[in-house]
């Protein structure tokens, strides 16, 4: 008897390393496993996110755009990320901004090159998967999060 509950200690050690591990890791919030960033087919729209977020913390996302043939850059962000999350800052404060369906859009003033970057201040409010949807021109992107009490 004695031999089987060291075994079974053993293993609750090893369990309890492994969380530990992957906790570190980022798997509960910020770190390499949470790290990521979506990519648009022809690799004009990059956003930086985590994967990961826990309720009440902040975090960044980073979305990073090219100007249409107009010479605008214009973001349109659908989804769950405006109900689940508070955006507290947007910088550079974009030129223009609106509501748009479910979302908003954003007109963001491009650098000479044609190329614009937004960094977003978001705190998260609530629990569970989110899916956000952000598009510039005719390129799309698909955001996946989940929130953590």
């Known amino acids: 008897m004695q031999v089987k509950l060291w075994r079974v200690e053993r293993i609750g050690w090893c369990l309890l390393f492994l969380v530990v591990l992957v906790a570190l890791l980022g798997l509960f919030g910020t770190g390499p496993l949470s790290k990521t960033e979506a990519v648009s087919s022809n690799g004009e729209l990059r956003v930086q996110y985590d994967r990961f977020d826990r309720n009440g913390a902040s975090n960044e996302m980073v979305v990073k755009a090219k100007a249409d ?3 605008k850059v214009w973001l349109i962000i659908d989804g769950a ?5 508070t955006v507290e ?6 030129a223009n901004a609106g509501g748009f369906g479910d979302g908003m859009r954003l007109e963001l003033k491009p650098d000479s090159e044609g190329r614009a970057t937004a960094y977003f201040a978001l705190r998260a409010t609530g629990i569970g998967p989110v899916k956000t949807s952000i598009r510039s021109g005719d390129q799309s992107v698909e ?3 989940f929130i953590y009490p």
């Open 69 to 71: 043939e107009q010479g």
């Open 89 to 94: 800052g947007i910088q550079p404060e974009p």
């Open 81 to 85: 990320l405006l109900q689940r999350f």
């Open 143 to 145: 955001v996946g999060q």
